[in-house]
T-cell receptor, first 114, second 112 residues
Framework: GAGVSQSPSNKVTEKGKDVELRCDPI?????LYWYRQSLGQGLEFLIY????????KSGLPSDRFSAERTGGSVSTLTIQRTQQEDSAVYLC????????????FGPGTRLTVL | KNQVEQSPQSLIILEGKNCTLQ??????????LRWYKQDTGRGPVSLTI?????NTKSNGRYTATLDADTKQSSLHITASQLSDSASYIC???????????FGGGTRVLVKP
């Protein structure tokens, strides 16, 4: 079956521009996560959606970062006024119910801020 | 502070040899521990997941162990293959929470 998909696969933008990254989770998965992976670094938690509950935004590094999940399915991560330090691979994952279940990761979006 | 430390940071092994990766964590209260394999340019793929009561779990040539008393885990790769070249990430979940704490990973290179 289809896995987690993300788009675009690569995004190059200029400093100060806004970007939107999209994640399509596995159908039927109620939990969705966004992570960031800088070059050579471990994964950094950004935000977690679970069903209709209020999202856990505790990992968002600044108020320039926001995310939505519409209809309990597709999610969009938005970064406003991008900075060079935002350059990283942004990974989305989904799981059936919550973090006790196996997470399935998408291929990621590589963001480069010039 | 919840932390997950992995060692070594990287290693090179010859095809056919075995290797063991280490993971130490301070996450509390503990829920489960996972090992992921991440190929270059790809998202992580789950290898094993272990709860507090489990001390070993296998997935093909991968065997993970867990000592919840010492808060240590290991991932053993048997008879390595070139396709095992990847980063291996240890991830610990906090009980009754949704946040996973990721280790920095061990980069494994298998040479012919």
């Amino acid at each position: 079956g289809a896995g987690v998909s993300q788009s675009p696969s690569n995004k190059v933008t200029e400093k100060g521009k806004d970007v939107e990254l999209r994640c399509d989770p596995i159908s039927g998965h109620t939990a969705l996560y966004w992570y960031r992976q800088s070059l050579g670094q471990g994964l950094e938690f950004l935000i977690y959606f679970q069903g209709n509950s209020a999202p856990d935004k505790s990992g968002l590094p600044s108020d320039r970062f926001s995310a939505e999940r519409t209809g309990g399915s597709v999610s969009t991560l938005t970064i406003q006024r991008t900075q060079q330090e935002d350059s990283a691979v942004y990974l989305c994952a989904s799981s059936y119910r919550d973090s006790t279940d196996t997470q399935y990761f998408g291929p990621g979006t590589r963001l480069t801020v010039l | 502070k919840n932390q997950v430390e992995q060692s070594p940071q990287s290693l090179i092994i010859l095809e056919g040899k075995n290797c063991t990766l280490q993971c130490n964590y301070t996450v509390s209260p503990f829920s489960n521990l996972r090992w992921y394999k991440q190929d270059t340019g790809r998202g992580p793929v789950s290898l094993t997941i272990m709860t507090f009561s489990e001390n070993t779990k296998s997935n093909g040539r991968y065997t993970a162990t867990l000592d919840a008393d010492t808060k240590q885990s290991s991932l053993h790769i048997t008879a390595s293959q070139l396709s095992d070249s990847a980063s291996y990430i240890c991830v610990v979940s906090v009980a009754a929470g949704n946040k996973l704490t990721f280790g920095g990973g061990t980069r494994v290179l298998v040479k012919p």
